[in-house]
């Protein structure tokens, strides 16, 4: 059985559509409505865990540590999103860049598990911080996929 990454599935697509232009059933290109529930989820994430912050009774250096934590996260999940997607598509992306992204990502994880789990706080509390961290990171990597395949379909 063969296997094909999506940035492959997509480069046929485009291909077989100019070939036969009636058919359209093969659209890879992201679906306003995915893309705006990707949007969603990020501004969710993002602003309740502000919101949390916000509102929590810390020290504002420590309020300030969680927030450079999220991010840390984000900007690392991107990175490493878009590492990935090059290697897929032939781009040279450094192995150095590549595992420094990977890094960064495991870090800023490891950085909020650490604080949370030292934290004076509720166990609901840690629990809704790392649910908004969580989505927020899974959020960011799917806005980066999705603004990356329609730029690539739109560019055929």
């Known amino acids: 059985m063969e296997y094909k990454f999506s940035s492959d599935l997509i480069e046929e ?3 077989d559509s ?3 232009k009636s058919d359209k059933s093969l659209n890879l290109k992201p679906s306003p409505a995915f893309m705006s529930a990707s949007w969603t989820a990020l501004l969710i994430g993002m602003v309740s865990y502000c919101i949390g912050l ?3 009774n810390m020290a504002l250096n420590e309020k300030g540590y969680y927030f450079t934590i999220l991010l840390f996260g984000l900007f690392s999940v991107i990175s490493v999103q878009k590492s990935v997607r090059d290697k897929l598509e032939g781009i040279p992306v450094t192995e150095l ?3 420094i992204s990977w890094f960064t990502t495991l870090a800023a994880i490891l950085l909020l598990i650490i604080g949370l789990w030292n934290a004076d706080l509720e166990l609901s ?3 809704f911080y790392g649910m ?3 989505l ?3 959020a960011a990597i799917a806005v980066q996929k999705n603004t990356r395949d329609k730029k690539f379909i739109d560019q055929q």
């Open 54 to 56: 916000w509102n929590a």
């Open 136 to 138: 927020s990171l899974y």
């Open 13 to 15: 697509t485009v291909k």
């Open 97 to 99: 860049y590549y595992g």
């Open 125 to 127: 509390e840690k629990g």
């Open 18 to 20: 100019k070939n036969n």
């Open 132 to 134: 908004a961290f969580t």
